[in-house]
T-cell receptor, first 114, second 114 residues
Framework: DQQVKQNSPSLSVQEGRISILNCDYTNSMFDYFLWYKKYPAEGPTFLISISSIKDKNEDGRFTVFLNKSAKHLSLHIVPSQPGDSAVYFCAASDVGGGADGLTFGKGTHLIIQP | DSGVTQTPKHLITATGQRVTLRCSPRSGDLSVYWYQQSLDQGLQFLIQYYNGEERAKGNILERFSAQQFPDLHSELNLSSLELGDSALYFC?????????????FGPGTRLTVL
């Protein structure tokens, strides 16, 4: 049973436009969410996070939005650049619960077209 | 470069064999996490160690075991290997054991079981 779902395996966006990556979760105990970016032959790199007490967190070109009632979060990248082409993983954890590591989605492959 | 190192980069072995994957965390990090990424899957949390002690267990098979040594490096031992164990194995480290502590990932070890 997948608790974190990224329903779009891939997404193609033109350079300079906005990229929106989506993520849904089913476990209502999750209260901390992260996005990781992964290039081929490298490990995932932390991008941005958000606590459930917030609905938005911004860091430069990256903004994460959290809709707790819909159990949905999204990552916005504006403007998209060629170096943003990578696989993006959504991850979640239950901070107040047992130490279970992060629960990851399967990833979305973002392709930025020139 | 995340500062987390993993060896070997690639490993090819046969069913029934035993292998050891090694991870050196970032300098100063006390927690080590192991994750498995099978084909088309998200990263699955296996196990966490903190300062030499097992902290949390995820979906780790009984054929797999891990340990963290006094110098904080960690080893993941996989035995009685099966074809389905072929995957990317990532190690991550964080400064402490809190769930909001950023996990920094190594480049991974690609295991192929023939």
């Amino acid at each position: 049973d997948q608790q974190v779902k990224q329903n779009s395996p891939s997404l193609s966006v033109q350079e300079g436009r906005i990229s929106i990556l989506n993520c849904d979760y089913t476990n209502s105990m999750f209260d901390y969410f992260l996005w990781y970016k992964k290039y081929p032959a490298e490990g995932p790199t932390f991008l941005i996070s958000i606590s459930s007490i917030k609905d938005k967190n911004e860091d430069g070109r990256f903004t994460v939005f959290l809709n707790k009632s819909a159990k949905h979060l999204s990552l916005h990248i504006v403007p998209s650049q060629p170096g943003d082409s990578a696989v993006y993983f959504c991850a979640a954890s239950d901070v107040g619960g047992g130490a279970d590591g992060l629960t990851f989605g399967k990833g979305t492959h973002l392709i930025i077209q020139p | 470069d995340s500062g987390v190192t993993q060896t070997p980069k690639h490993l090819i072995t046969a069913t029934g064999q035993r292998v050891t994957l090694r991870c050196s965390p970032r300098s100063g990090d006390l927690s080590v996490y192991w994750y498995q990424q099978s084909l088309d899957q998200g990263l699955q949390f296996l196990i966490q160690y903190y300062n030499g002690e097992e902290r949390a267990k995820g979906n780790i098979l009984e054929r797999f075991s891990a340990q963290q040594f006094p110098d904080l490096h960690s080893e993941l031992n996989l035995s009685s290997l099966e074809l389905g164990d072929s995957a990317l194995y990532f190690c991550a480290s964080s400064v402490a054991q809190g769930k909001t502590d950023t996990q920094y990932f190594g480049p991974g070890t690609r295991l192929t079981v023939l």
